[in-house]
């Protein structure tokens, strides 16, 4: 897979210094030229703490489970392209408010 862009999640570790491993930790399993993904059974299969779901506007989206579930990664695979945009990283609360589906759904992220 080809993972675009790591600037959010070295943004977001520069902010929670303790989510800077687990987010290497997920480049290094997904940025692997080796990791192919065809459907979310794939991503389901390598990682824990994955789910998958269609936003309101259509567009569908893959939640990761961080640092043990403290911080969530919202991503959008290209199954077809092999690419995962990295959307947003959050914490609970961020990920709660749901501000960041408005936010995907207007290409704003």
Not at 35 to 47: A, C, E, P, S
Not at 54 to 61: A, K, R, T, W
Not at 74 to 86: F, G, K, M, S
Not at 89 to 94: D, G, I
Request: hydrophobic residues 40%; contains cysteine; charged residues 30%.
């Amino acid at each position: 897979m080809r993972v675009i862009s790591k600037r959010r999640l070295w943004e977001f570790w520069e902010r929670h210094p303790d989510a800077e491993e687990p987010l290497k930790a997920w480049w290094r399993i997904v940025g692997d030229r080796d990791t192919q993904w065809r459907h979310i059974h794939d991503v389901k299969t390598m990682l824990t703490g994955v789910d998958g779901f269609n936003l309101e506007c259509g567009i569908p989206v893959i939640v990761f489970n961080i640092g043990g579930n403290k911080y969530r990664h919202v991503a959008r695979v290209l199954y077809e392209h092999q690419r995962v945009y990295v959307k947003a990283v959050l914490t609970h609360s961020e990920y709660d408010a749901a501000r960041w589906k408005e936010q995907i759904c207007l290409g704003l992220i």
